[in-house]
């Protein structure tokens, strides 16, 4: 009895000053509401988030897309001249379109063919590495909880932490180096070979990323009722056919979401690569995201409507695979609910 | 055929006895229900015979065969889950071939079994929705058809009628019935209902923590309960139980006294008595009756539930409850003493340690 009324004392202490708080907003807020309507009320609650939203997010998009029209290197918009769609004629302006170094923007075509190639072999390996590990995170195993943090620790690593963790394996003095000396094979130049620096990203973010996806795989797992695969193995069914049949259909759901995050977040990479290779050796690791970097900023003949213009290409196919990922989850909750 | 024989049946999840030397012979054809509290092992018991839980200790055998390291698929027995367990991405008519697929069975034949058993089961007009677009009645005649179409030696039914309402579990309960005498196989099936198991049941087995506490044929279990779990848990409303004591025995009767001081008489025929003995004295609310006469048993009267075709009397005897079904409609409200009389009720004498004394 006197604990309850202690903790309620506590309690009520300590929310007087919120008490208080409520009663000073409550005066203006009377106000506006007799001013904006019942109705209107949701509007004016809105505004913060929007107002926020609108400022990080909207009108960064629109001065984007002005920048995108306009030349030269100045930065600030009203030091630049416009030139319409001059940049992304520029973009576009080959000689053969089925050679990208007869681009007039060659760096701008080889980051998108990395890209593009990066995305496809990265979401696939993706998918599948994230695939086994639920697969097998979702068996009786021992120590099964840590297991699930130690796939999922790597999320929490901020990219330049990656970049930089694995930089230190793959150098030439590095720890990969080390360890294969001891077994008597001779060290190797990783980071400067344009065919393994292509797998060490593809690698590397895997390992960066896979966290997340085998999360939600391994939720999807573990939503499929137990009883299903009791009663397919009353039917003696083989587990190739369970696996076929019944998991990958009843987990169709979860692996369209992936595919989709999967294919946004590869689309978009930079950060950790960046950091392991700086997109080298040559242009063999440089991707959109950093080609448009360095176009708009680091280079020394930097051209932000260049860079505003690849980006507003780039949005673009961030806009078709986002309005995918949004159709599919619309699918998936009409599915849920019958 | 369909021949179960479990002998020292014994199963344990880590230091957990779960099962605890279940010996049980279950005839072929037999319509067999394990019924019990919750968390008594049925479902685990059930699962030990269909080979989805490996026994720690003892044998399960199958028209003679041991089975013990047999799987699931191959023990030949079906099993419908008490939440159904279909495959709610396939429709109704790939749910029952599923599993006659597994064994690379003919087309034509897994067709004619669908459409045989469809239509014992009156489920041939929804074969191609899914089972999200099905009520759960339907639902559940769905997954008894996906045990039927593999015509197995034996079916083992955990709970299945739980999930519907209580109109059509009855209609339902019929059904099954009817669906038994048609296939003649062996049925295991496992309820909390005691009613279910009183209808369905050709023997019941009642079980209480990991054991048996008796086996025998509906009627058995309810006139010769074999211990105070068992006499308390069959029958409804439940048995009533008095502390009594033998105050004299006579060739043929003996002479009770409850705490209360009234006698009863109950014949007995045995040996295992003798003066002084504290029993526990068991009699159904059905069996009392209303009276007059002063020397039945005098109570106070705590609740009256009129139910219309009959009246359930809640009372208080010396400090004892005691509770009356009587038939018909009764003036009679709470607060106010009556008599009941236990005259001619078959009564029930458990000894000190629960077990029916033998004679009585
Ligand atoms: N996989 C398991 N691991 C550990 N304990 C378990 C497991 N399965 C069942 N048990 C325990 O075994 C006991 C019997 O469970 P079981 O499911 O057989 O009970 P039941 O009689 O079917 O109960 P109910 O009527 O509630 O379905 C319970 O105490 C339960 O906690
Ligand atoms: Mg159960």
């Known amino acids: ?338 | 055929m369909g021949e179960i024989t479990l002998t020292k049946i014994k199963k344990s999840f880590g230091a957990v006895d779960v099962l605890k030397d279940i010996d049980l012979d279950i005839k072929d054809g037999e319509f067999i229900v394990f019924v019990g509290p919750s968390g008594c092992g049925k479902s685990t018991l059930l699962r030990t015979i269909a080979g989805l839980e490996k026994v720690t200790g003892g044998e399960i055998e199958i028209d003679g065969k041991r089975v013990n390291e047999v799987s699931a698929a191959d023990r030949g027995l079906a099993m419908v889950f008490q939440s159904y367990a279909l495959y709610p991405h396939m429709s109704v008519r790939q749910n029952l071939a599923f599993g006659l697929e597994n064994s690379n069975m003919p087309k034509a034949e897994v067709a004619e079994r669908i459409t045989e058993a469809a239509r014992m089961l009156e489920i041939e007009a929804y074969l191609e929705r899914r089972p999200g677009q099905l009520s759960g009645g339907q639902r559940q005649r769905v997954a008894i058809g996906r045990a039927i179409v593999r015509r197995p030696t034996a079916f083992l039914l955990d709970e299945p009628l739980s999930n519907l309402d209580a109109e059509l579990r009855v209609s339902t309960r019929a059904e099954l019935a009817a669906l038994h005498a048609r296939l003649g196989s062996t049925m295991i099936y496992v309820t909390h209902d005691q009613v279910e198991a009183m209808t369905l049941a050709h023997r019941i087995v009642v079980m209480r923590a990991g054991k048996i506490e008796q086996v025998g044929t509906p009627l058995d279990l309810y006139n010769t309960p074999a211990n105070r779990f068992v006499a308390g848990f069959i029958g409804a409303p439940h048995m009533n139980f008095l502390a009594g004591e033998v105050a004299e025995l006579e060739t043929g009767t003996a002479t009770l006294t409850t705490a209360g001081g009234h006698r009863l008489l109950v014949p007995f025929s045995g040996h295992s008595l003798s003066v002084g003995d504290k029993l526990t004295i068991g009699i159904r609310p059905q069996h009392i009756t209303l009276a007059n006469d002063p020397g039945s048993l005098k109570v106070k009267v705590r609740l009256v539930e009129a139910l219309g075709s009959e009246t359930v009397i809640h009372a208080d005897l010396n400090g004892e409850k005691l509770l009356a079904v009587v038939p018909g409609q009764k003036l009679i409200s709470p607060g106010e003493e009556a008599h009941l009389s236990v005259a001619g009720a078959p009564l029930h004498l458990f000894d000190r340690n629960g077990l029916r004394v033998k004679g009585s």
């Open chain 1, 1 to 338: 009895m006197s604990t309850t009324s202690l903790t309620d004392r506590l309690g009520s202490l300590l929310m007087a000053p919120v008490h208080l708080l409520m009663r000073i907003i409550d005066i203006p807020l009377r106000a506006v509401q007799k001013a904006a309507g019942i109705g209107g009320m949701a509007a004016v609650f809105l505004a913060p988030n929007m107002l926020i939203f609108g400022i990080f997010v909207l009108l960064p998009l629109v001065i984007n897309f002005v920048y995108s029209m306009t030349g030269g290197t100045a930065f600030f918009i009203s030091e630049r001249n416009f030139v319409g769609a001059e940049q992304y004629q520029r973009l576009f302006t080959c000689t053969n379109y089925l050679d990208p170094m007869s681009c007039q923007e060659d760096a701008f075509w080889t980051a998108v063919g990395n890209t593009f190639w990066f995305v496809v072999l990265q979401v696939t390996l993706m998918i599948g590495v994230s695939l086994i590990t639920a697969l097998i995170l979702n068996r009786d195993l021992a120590a099964r909880s840590f297991w699930r943090a130690v796939f999922f620790f790597p999320v929490l690593l901020s990219p330049v932490v990656v970049g930089l963790i694995w930089k230190w394996i793959l150098q030439r003095q590095g720890l990969l180096n080390f360890g294969l000396y001891q077994f008597g094979i001779e060290p190797y130049t990783w980071l400067t070979d344009r065919n393994w620096t292509f797998i060490a990203t593809i690698g590397v973010s895997i390992w960066a990323h896979m966290g997340l996806y085998t999360l939600i795989l391994l939720a999807g797992l573990q939503a499929i009722p137990k009883d299903l695969y009791e009663a397919a193995e009353m039917d003696g069914t083989k587990p190739e056919r369970v696996f076929r049949r019944i998991t990958l259909p009843l987990l169709a759901p979860n692996l369209l979401v992936v595919v989709v995050l999967a294919l946004i977040k590869a689309v978009q990479i930079f950060d950790e690569v960046y950091v392991l290779t700086g997109g080298g050796p040559g242009t063999s690791t440089l991707y959109l995201t950093q080609y448009i970097y360095e176009t708009g900023f680091a280079s020394t003949l930097r051209n932000p409507g260049l860079a505003a213009a690849a980006s507003i290409l780039m949005g673009l196919v961030l806009v078709v695979l986002t309005l995918i990922q949004l159709g599919v989850g619309q699918r998936s909750e009409k599915k849920g609910k019958r």
